[in-house]
């Protein structure tokens, strides 16, 4: 009994280190994307097609390992692959919002509209 568990553990751990290499790769490549991006004055609107561009082959490398993992663990291929696709969103979701929040968002510069919302409403007439 304990060696079956050791075994599994074992083969999980091997699993999920097929996915830490792409994972980690596709990181670095995220985070150098994004220094370089500030350097070239990117705007946060244009950040994410200026990532997957930079990143496109750790982004598919990640993909494909993704989906072979979840196949290994007896999904269905149109599920891996929607699976996968999720999960690449969330990696890329997470640093474009950061670069947008760092970096002042939209190209001109102009102010959020839930800041200017509270200005344009006016007070209700006392009795």
């Avoid at 930079?54 to 993704?66: E, H, P, Y």
């Avoid at 919302?117 to 006392?126: E, F, I, L």
């Amino acid at each position: 009994m304990i060696l079956l568990i050791g075994a599994t553990a074992i083969s999980l751990t091997a699993l999920q280190a097929t996915i830490n290499a792409p994972r980690n790769a596709l990181r670095e490549c995220m985070r150098q994307a994004s220094a370089k991006a500030r350097s070239e004055n990117v705007t946060g609107d244009n950040f994410e097609t200026y990532m997957r561009n930079s990143c496109g082959v750790q982004i598919g490398s990640l993909r494909n390992a993704l989906q072979a993992f979840n196949l290994k663990n007896g999904m269905a291929k149109k599920a891996a692959s929607a699976d996968a696709d999720l999960t690449i969103e969330d990696y890329v979701a997470s640093p474009v919002e950061h670069y947008r929040f760092m970096n002042g968002g939209a190209a001109t510069g102009a102010a959020p509209a839930a800041a200017a919302a509270p200005a344009s409403v006016s007070q209700p007439p006392k009795p």
